[in-house]
């Protein structure tokens, strides 16, 4: 079965950092483009990050740059969302996607990132 | 970049159809054909319904088409049923080689 199982998410506060995990399973993680999403609670989705299939290109939100990096481990079809400096503004459910960089065909169920005092 | 304008809510009776708009600008919708349309349900994760413009993945209803003129992109849902009430977002890539979604569109079936 394709899958996207997400983790890492928790209680962080201001200024704090935290790395979100994306396990894939059911399909060549390495042969696609992989993307961060996020939906802060009752708002609607914001692309936060995304990286080409070989890692080797990366690209951000503004609203991210300088904060967030993204990688991804080919091996352990895995991706990452390395977060820091984290705002009041970062808590969102955080989403990993499967695609290519215009659209993502499949999405996992999220993980929670709090970030508060 | 800013969100994509999207109406916040439509609603249409079982049968009918709707239509759900996206405006941007030439620096997004307008420049490429690489908009896509997700649907969410309370408490699910998006499904994608149409990318580029106006592909249908496999899977998803012939009822979902899409279609784009200018710098305003459109979802039309026909024959709606009550499982078609969700949320429904667009995207567009962007020519600073982001994605932009747009707000969000409430869908309630009547």
């Known amino acids: 079965e394709v899958q996207l199982l997400e983790s890492g998410g928790g209680l962080v506060q201001p200024g704090g950092s935290l790395r979100l995990s994306c396990a894939a399973s059911?399909?060549?993680?390495?042969?696609?483009?992989m993307t961060w999403v996020r939906q802060a609670p009752g708002k609607g989705l914001e692309w936060v990050s995304a990286?080409?299939?070989?890692?080797?290109?990366?690209f951000y939100a503004d609203s991210v740059k300088g904060r967030f990096t993204i990688s991804r481990d080919n091996s352990k079809n895995t991706l990452y969302l390395q977060m820091s400096s984290l705002r009041a503004e970062d808590t969102a459910l955080y989403y990993c996607?499967?695609?290519?960089?215009?659209?993502?065909?499949?999405w996992g169920q999220g993980t929670l990132v709090t970030v508060s005092s | 970049q800013s969100a994509l304008t999207q109406p916040a809510s439509v609603s249409g009776s079982p049968g009918q159809s709707i239509t759900i708009s996206c405006t941007g600008t030439?620096?997004?919708?307008?420049?490429?054909?690489?908009v896509s349309w997700y649907q969410q349900h309370p408490g699910k994760a998006p499904k994608l319904m149409i990318y580029?413009?106006?592909n249908r993945p496999s899977g998803v209803s012939n009822r979902f088409s899409g279609s784009k003129s200018g710098n305003t992109a459109s979802l039309t849902i026909s024959g709606l049923q009550a499982e078609d009430e969700a949320d429904y977002y667009c995207?567009?890539?962007?020519?600073?080689?982001?994605?932009?979604f747009g707000g969000g569109t409430k869908l309630t079936v009547l």
């Open positions: 996607a499967k695609g290519v960089l215009r659209y993502s065909q499949l």
């Open positions: 059911g399909f060549t993680f390495s042969s696609y483009t």
């Open positions: 990286i080409s299939s070989s890692g080797g290109t990366t």
């Open positions: 030439s620096s997004d919708v307008g420049g490429y054909n690489y």
């Open positions: 580029d413009v106006s």
């Open positions: 995207s567009s890539y962007t020519n600073s080689s982001t994605l932009v």
